[in-house]
Structure formats: structure tokens, C-alpha cells
């Protein structure tokens, strides 16, 4: 993918968007956020991004599957939602993904709160650590 980061010249292309994903950007932009297009080579390669009070968004396009996903505010780094709810809860994060309604659903609950999460950046590295070695069933070093 190109690296024009938010290049304001193009517009969000949603034409290849699950609906879930149409959901997710109706909320983000109900609440006055500003979703802008991080990166783009078509509809089915692109980063569109957000910046809101919980943090930033991040709904990547990679060979047209939809991806989500949450930085901490002052963060460069994105988790999903496992990652984020294993450090919530102290719970093993999960091996299997979320469904992309499970993950919008949970953006959409987290904007429309009015608690900000706090973000462990550590915990949420190990939790996605876990789990991409656990998939590949590879010992944790």
C-alpha cells in the first residue's frame, strides 16, 4: 500500500464495505469524528483512520478482508479487540478471532461510552503475542 498518510484529496471508498463496517463509520462520524484515508490503492487495499477520544481507529482493507482495530491515544500501535478485552479482564486471550461484528459492535459500545479504557501498552503486546505464537503453537520465550 502507498503511504499517503491522510491524504485529504481522496475520499473514504466504502463501496466494498460489510455492513458492519458501514455501521462503524455511521457511529464514528455521528459523534464529529473525522475518518480519513491513511492509505489507498482501491477499495480492497486501503487504511482508513480516526482519531477519537478513545484512541485511534484503524478499519484496514487487505485484499478485501475488513479488518478493525484500536491504538491508545499516544500510541503508533493498533490492537484488536482480544487484545484489549484479555488486558480488561485479566482473562488468556483467546486464540480465535472475534467476528467483524463482535469488533464493530465493541468500537461502536467504547465511542458512544463515556469511559475511555485504560490502555496498558505492554499487556496489550503480550496479549497479541500470545495469541500469534499460540496459533502457531510455538512455545513463549
Known sequence: MSEDLGRSDLAVDLTEAPSEICSLVSAITELNVTLVVASYDSANNQLLTAQSRVGRIDILVDRGQWLVSLAPNGSRESFDMAAW????????VPLT?????????????????DIVQ??????????????????LHLPLS
Open 97 to 113: 478471532e472475534n467476528t467483524l461484528q463482535e469488533q464493530t459492535l465493541w468500537l461502536e459500545q467504547l465511542l458512544r461510552s
Open 118 to 135: 485504560a490502555a496498558d501498552v505492554e499487556c496489550l503486546r503480550r496479549a497479541r503475542k500470545t495469541r500469534a505464537y499460540g496459533r
Open 85 to 92: 478485552e484479555a488486558c480488561r479482564t485479566g482473562a488468556d
